[in-house]
T-cell receptor
Framework: DQQVKQNSPSLSVQEGRISILNCDYT??????FLWYKKYPAEGPTFLIS?????DKNEDGRFTVFLNKSAKHLSLHIVPSQPGDSAVYFC???????????FGKGTKLTVNP | DAGVIQSPRHEVTEMGQEVTLRCKPI?????LFWYRQTMMRGLELLIY????????DSGMPEDRFSAKMPNASFSTLKIQPSEPRDSAVYFC??????????????FGPGTRLTVL
């Protein structure tokens, strides 16, 4: 039973265009959501987060949108750069649990 | 700070052997997490500690897996006996506080385990 789902295993975009990575969750108790980025042979690194009291959080080229009614969040990268090529993990926590529940990840490739 | 340190980075062993993975968290972090990454299941939490005490080990797959944290600067994940299906990348992470706050988890580089 996957509580956090990233239905697209991979995504390919052109440099300079927008990258949109999607994530769905099933547990309505989740109240904090995060995106992690992972390069090959490295551990995941924190990218951006959003609390359930917000519907948008922006940090430079990265914006996360949260739609609580749809239990859906997305990560927008504008403009995309080749260095953004990595695996992106969506994660969630909440309901009094300290645990992060991760999705399976989406591999983003940004082509020059 | 050197970040979370894991050793070894790669481990190749034969089925039935004991495997010990090691982790040194970031100094001052009260929480330590062990994760496993596989193609099939993605990144899954195995166990986590708070102030060296195991809090939730519900993700540990079976009794062959055990984890300890004898002090604030060291933790081990042991698999005995190992099986080919244990082949995965194992990550250790640490954080100051709750995941739901501003305390993010910092991951180590991982240990790639191959069980033949």
């Amino acid at each position: 039973d996957q509580q956090v789902k990233q239905n697209s295993p991979s995504l390919s975009v052109q440099e300079g265009r927008i990258s949109i990575l999607n994530c769905d969750y099933t547990n309505s108790m989740f109240d904090y959501f995060l995106w992690y980025k992972k390069y090959p042979a490295e551990g995941p690194t924190f990218l951006i987060s959003i609390s359930s009291i917000k519907d948008k959080n922006e940090d430079g080229r990265f914006t996360v949108f949260l739609n609580k009614s749809a239990k859906h969040l997305s990560l927008h990268i504008v403009p995309s750069q080749p260095g953004d090529s990595a695996v992106y993990f969506c994660a969630a926590s909440g309901g009094g649990s300290e645990k992060l529940v991760f999705g399976k990840g989406t591999k983003l490739t940004v082509n020059p | 700070d050197a970040g979370v340190i894991q050793s070894p980075r790669h481990e190749v062993t034969e089925m039935g052997q004991e495997v010990t993975l090691r982790c040194k968290p970031i100094s001052g972090h009260d929480y330590l997490f062990w994760y496993r990454q596989t193609m099939m299941r993605g990144l899954e939490l195995l166990i986590y500690f708070n102030n060296n005490v195991p809090i939730d080990d519900s993700g540990m797959p079976e009794d062959r897996f055990s984890a300890k944290m004898p002090n604030a600067s060291f933790s081990t994940l042991k698999i005995q006996p190992s099986e080919p299906r244990d082949s995965a990348v194992y990550f250790c992470a640490s954080s100051r506080g709750l995941a739901g706050g501003t305390d993010t988890q910092y991951f180590g580089p991982g240990t790639r385990l191959t069980v033949l």
